[in-house]
Nanobody
Framework: EVQLVESGGGLVQPGGSLRLSCAAS????????ITWVRQAPGKGLEWISH????????SYADSVKGRFTISRDNAKNTVYLQIDTLKPEDTARYYC?????WGQGTQVTVSS
């Protein structure tokens, strides 16, 4: 059974940082790309970042480029999303995805 479990969210002040984790199981982790997607209150899903199976290729949405860093540790079956210089507009529920599977998400709230 494929499982994706996000963690690391929380309440943080503007300008702060968080590191989100996506722990995976049930498939050969290193063979698959992982995507991070977020959903802000009252809005649709927004694709924000992607990493290939080996971790050598990454991509980012323009809205997060330069502030978000995606990485993975295939020995730990985990993908990370380092989020720096957080802004109130980053408030959202963050999900990791290995199509067609989704985690339950982790909430990030940016507020002073």
């Amino acid at each position: 059974e494929v499982q994706l479990v996000e963690s690391g969210g929380g309440l943080v002040q503007p300008g702060g940082s968080l590191r989100l984790s996506c722990a995976a199981s049930g498939f050969f982790f290193g063979s698959y790309a992982i995507t991070w997607v977020r959903q802000a209150p009252g809005k649709g899903l927004e694709w924000i970042s992607h990493i290939n199976g080996e971790g050598g290729m990454t991509s980012y949405a323009d809205s997060v480029k330069g502030r978000f860093t995606i990485s993975r540790d295939n020995a730990k079956n985990t993908v990370y999303l380092q989020i720096d210089t957080l802004k109130p507009e980053d408030t959202a529920r963050y999900y990791c995805n290995k199509s067609p599977y989704w985690g339950q998400g982790t909430q990030v709230t940016v507020s002073s």
